[in-house]
C-alpha cells in the first residue's frame, strides 16, 4: 500500500465516522418521536456504510481498465434510468421534485451513479481521441452528452447537481486537452439559458432573494439559511457539546441531509467544521497526485472527475450551509444521510485508490525491468 492510498483510505474512514455520529446526534430525538427507535437512521445509514464498503473493494479490485470498455453502456443505462426516474409509475415524488427511482420497493436517485458513469465516459472518450480535440467534431460528441445528461437532470428538477456536472466536466475537457476558447465560447452561450432556469422559475428566483437577503422573509423563504446559521453562530469555536444541539429540534429543515454541516458546527464549533474542510482539502490534493501518477491517460482523467465532483460537492454544501452560495439541495459527500449518494461516493474512492494501486504496480513494473 502506497502513501497516497493509505492516507486517502484514512480520510475516508475519518469523514464515515463523522458522518455516521452526527446523523446519530442530528435525528435521535426525531427518530424516537416519530419511530420509536432512536438508532432507526443510524442504523440505516451504517447499512449503507457496509454496501459502500462492499462497492469500495469491488471497485478498488477489478481491474479499472474494463470500465474503459463498457463505458457506453453504462451511460446508456445511466441516461436510460434519468428518463425512467421522470415517470409517475417509476419515480418518486418528494420536496417538489422527482428524483427517486421505485423498483421493486427499492428506492435510489439515478443521478448519483449517473456522476460515476459520465465521469467514466468522458475519460475514455478524452484519451481515445486526442488527436481530434482541436477540432468542433471532437468537442462535440462529448458535449452534447453533457447537455443531455444535465438536461434530463433539470427536469427533475435538480438544477443544483446539473450544474455540478457541467462544472465536473468542464474541468475533465480543460485537463484532457481541450481549446479553452471552444470551453468559454460554450460557457458563455449558456449564460441566456442558465439566467432562465435561475429567474424565470418562481422557486428558483425566491432562492436567490433569500441568498441575497434572507431577513426581507425570514418566516418564509429565508427561514432555512437563517437558521443554518444560527446554528453555525451559536457553536461558535468549541461548540456547545456532541447532541446538545438546539437547532435540529425542528427548527433547521434537512438538519440530517443538506445542512448536518451547520448541526456539526453548532455541537463541534469551529474546530470540528475547520477540521472537515482540511479533510476535504487533503482529500482533494491527494486525488489530484493519484491522478498525477496513474499509469495512463485514462486513469488520470478518471481520478480528475473523482476527485472533482467529491471537492465541488462539499464546497458547494459547506458554501451553502454558510450563506456563501444559494440553496441548491446537494448533500455533503460521506457524512449527509442517505444510501444512493454514500455507496456511490464509495464506490468512486474505490476507483481512485485502484489507480493509485495500478500506478504503484506500474512503477513496480519499470523497477524490474531497469533492474534487469
Known amino acids: 500500500m502506497n502513501r497516497e492510498t493509505y492516507l486517502i483510505s484514512i480520510i475516508t474512514l475519518i469523514l464515515i465516522g463523522c458522518g455516521l455520529i452526527s446523523i446519530y446526534s442530528t435525528t435521535a430525538i426525531f427518530a424516537e418521536q416519530s419511530m420509536g427507535d432512536p438508532f ?33 453502456p453504462l451511460l446508456v443505462l445511466g441516461v436510460f434510468l434519468l428518463v425512467l426516474v421522470l415517470f409517475p409509475q417509476f419515480g418518486r415524488e418528494a420536496g417538489g421534485a422527482r428524483r427517486w ?18 465521469i467514466v465516459y468522458l475519460a475514455r472518450y478524452l484519451a481515445d481521441k486526442q488527436k481530434c480535440l482541436g477540432k468542433l467534431h471532437g468537442f462535440l460528441p462529448p458535449v452534447l452528452v453533457i447537455m443531455l445528461v444535465g438536461g434530463l437532470v433539470i427536469f427533475q428538477p435538480n438544477l443544483g447537481t446539473a450544474l455540478l456536472l457541467v462544472m465536473v466536466s468542464f474541468i475533465m475537457l480543460f485537463v484532457g486537452g481541450v481549446k479553452i476558447s471552444y470551453l468559454v465560447g460554450t460557457a458563455i452561450s449558456f449564460i441566456p439559458v442558465l439566467y432562465f432556469l435561475v429567474f424565470d422559475i418562481a422557486f428558483r428566483r425566491r432562492r436567490i432573494l433569500a441568498f441575497l437577503d434572507p431577513w426581507s422573509d425570514p418566516s418564509g423563504v429565508g427561514y432555512q439559511i437563517i437558521q443554518s446559521l444560527l446554528a453555525l453562530g451559536s457553536g461558535g469555536l468549541w461548540g456547545v457539546g ?12 434537512a438538519s440530517h441531509t443538506d445542512f448536518i454541516f451547520s448541526i456539526i458546527g453548532e455541537e463541534i464549533g469551529l474546530i470540528g467544521t475547520g477540521a472537515i474542510m482540511v479533510l476535504f482539502i487533503l482529500f482533494i490534493w491527494i486525488g489530484i497526485k493519484i491522478a498525477w501518477s496513474a499509469p495512463d491517460l485514462f486513469g488520470y482523467l478518471l481520478s480528475i472527475g473523482i476527485t472533482m465532483i467529491i471537492g465541488l460537492q462539499a464546497a458547494i454544501n459547506i458554501g451553502v450551509a454558510t450563506g456563501s452560495l444559494p440553496t441548491m439541495g446537494i448533500s455533503l459527500p460521506f457524512i449527509s444521510f442517505g444510501g444512493s449518494s454514500l455507496v ?17 504496480s506500474a512503477q513496480n513494473q519499470k523497477l524490474k525491468i531497469k533492474t534487469c
Request: hydrophobic fraction near 55%.
Open 344 to 360: 456511490t461516493t464509495m464506490a468512486g474512492v474505490g476507483l481512485l485508490l485502484n489507480v493509485s494501486r495500478s500506478s504503484t
Open 101 to 118: 427511482l421505485l423498483l421493486g420497493g427499492f428506492s435510489f436517485q439515478p443521478v448519483e451513479i449517473v456522476k460515476l458513469f459520465l
Open 242 to 253: 456532541l447532541g446538545r444541539s438546539q437547532q435540529k429540534l425542528f427548527f433547521l429543515p
Open 40 to 72: 432507526f437512521f443510524f442504523r440505516r445509514q451504517l447499512l449503507w456504510v457496509v454496501v459502500g464498503s462492499l462497492a469500495l473493494f469491488a471497485a478498488m479490485r477489478i481491474k479499472y481498465d474494463l470500465l474503459r470498455k463498457i463505458n457506453k
